[in-house]
């Protein structure tokens, strides 16, 4: 007999390494990867009927497989939502949540802290197909109040933000969205479901890059939107179904494996993350130190709030500029330079000339990203290890900013 989880409330532990697993009549242990693009039927009439939907049968991985839906449950569960779709990045999650909902005429009104690609689809995309958007801080409730005055059909934000790490506070910003007419999406990569749960504070759509915490070891792309059975079934399902943003069964599958130990992984980068906020923090040549728990942080209190822990990204600016930027990241030996983030592996990356350097340098300096700024993903190495590693390389910044005040 397949077996799977009871159907009853689990926590997120329990629900992270057994939830959404639907054994098959072979009793395996470990979810297995159904890597096959089709399936058959057992006769023209059962495939008449599931057509029709009358007969339940998996058609066709573009927009099924039981490998996928078994992540999906997983997902739906965690987050406590009544369904998911999973997609192939994080990139066509947020796509497919957005141009799913939209049609021509719409109006958008999105945090300009959004994700580099997030900020091109609203800012360029979604202007293409004759939807209005309208970009606003994040941080300031007079600005979503004036922009939500007029009725909007989508309202698309980011919290904490990358690379900033700034708040946007989900239960004002929602109250608003929907007196406007409008649903909420949530970009929840940096807190995971884990840290942060959207929903319970009204929004109405939660997308993920899986590629980032939920896999956390570097391996695959992957994305995920949550939302009510409704929209999902109604809205979400027919975009992702004819248009084919699918994951693969095996990068779903990696991801599922990833996500048995996410409960381990996201407290311990949490904890190493803080300290080394910390550790930042103290030292002269860091002139701005963004980690959302830290006392210093402008909304530390509506972080706590909202989250159960500041996260595994820490922001800081380097006295001295992209020279003295440049130098940190060139003279650290243990933390690599790249610009991923979530992964076991401590990364740094210096958002003005990658990850934010096609926003330009006005929108950088709105955003407050400067040309010290660096972004470090704090990963799952001894803390120690890491601290010592970013006391070396910001050592080897004294001769610059000597060299500077002279
Ligand atoms: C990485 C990321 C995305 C995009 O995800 P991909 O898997 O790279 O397509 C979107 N939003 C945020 C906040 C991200 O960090």
């Known amino acids: 007999m397949p077996r799977s989880l009871p159907d009853q409330p689990f926590r997120p532990a329990t629900i992270l390494v057994r939830g959404g697993q639907n054994r098959s009549s072979y009793d395996e242990m470990s979810e297995p990867v159904h890597l096959t693009s ?6 023209a009439q059962q495939a008449e009927d599931t057509f029709l939907g009358t007969a339940q049968h998996y058609q066709y991985s573009r927009f099924g497989n039981p490998t996928i839906e078994a992540l999906q449950q997983k997902l739906a569960a965690l987050e406590g939502a009544e369904a998911c779709r999973v997609t192939a990045s994080g990139m ?3 796509h497919a949540a957005m141009l799913s909902h939209l049609k021509a005429g719409d109006r958008v009104v999105a945090s300009r802290a959004l994700f580099g690609s997030c900020h091109w689809i609203v800012s360029t995309l979604l202007p293409r197909y ?17 922009a ?3 009725r909007t059909a989508l309202v698309l934000l980011e919290t904490p933000s990358n690379p900033m790490l700034e708040m946007v506070d989900l239960r004002a910003v929602s109250d ?19 840290l942060q749960r959207p929903m319970e504070f009204g929004a109405d759509v939660v997308v993920y890059s899986a590629t980032k915490h939920f896999d956390g070891q570097g391996r695959v792309l992957g994305g995920a ?36 130990t996410l409960h381990i992984r996201i407290p311990a980068m949490c904890a190493n993350a803080a300290k080394v906020a910390d550790f930042l923090a103290s030292r002269p040549e860091v002139s701005r130190t963004l980690y959302p728990f830290l006392a210093s942080h402008p909304q530390q209190a509506l972080a706590r709030k909202q989250m159960s822990a ?20 060139n003279a650290l030996r243990l933390v690599d330079i790249s610009n991923n983030l979530g992964d076991a592996r401590s990364m740094v990356t210096h958002p003005a000339t990658t990850t934010h350097m096609k926003v330009g340098p006005e929108e950088r300096a709105r955003l407050g990203i400067t040309d010290g700024t660096v972004r470090l993903s704090v990963g799952l190495e001894d803390v120690q290890d890491v601290i010592e590693d970013l006391a070396q390389a910001l050592d080897a910044t004294r001769g610059s900013l000597r060299a500077a005040a002279e």
């Open 225 to 260: 939107v949550l939302g009510s059975k409704k929209w999902v079934d109604d809205t979400l399902q027919p975009f992702i179904r004819n248009t084919g943003p699918s994951i693969s069964p095996f990068n779903a599958w990696v991801v599922l494996k990833g996500l048995e």
């Open 92 to 94: 066509a999650a947020v």
């Open 310 to 329: 500041g996260g595994s990204l820490v922001t800081f600016d380097v006295a001295g500029g992209k020279d003295a930027a440049f130098r940190v990241l």
């Open 38 to 43: 089709g399936f058959m039927y057992e006769s």
């Open 148 to 150: 939500l005055k007029t």
């Open 130 to 146: 004759g939807i209005e958007t309208v970009f606003v801080d994040g941080a300031d409730l007079n600005q979503w109040a004036d």
């Open 176 to 194: 608003l969205a929907h007196a406007a007419g409008a649903i909420v999406v949530v970009d929840n990569v940096f807190a995971t479901p884990l």
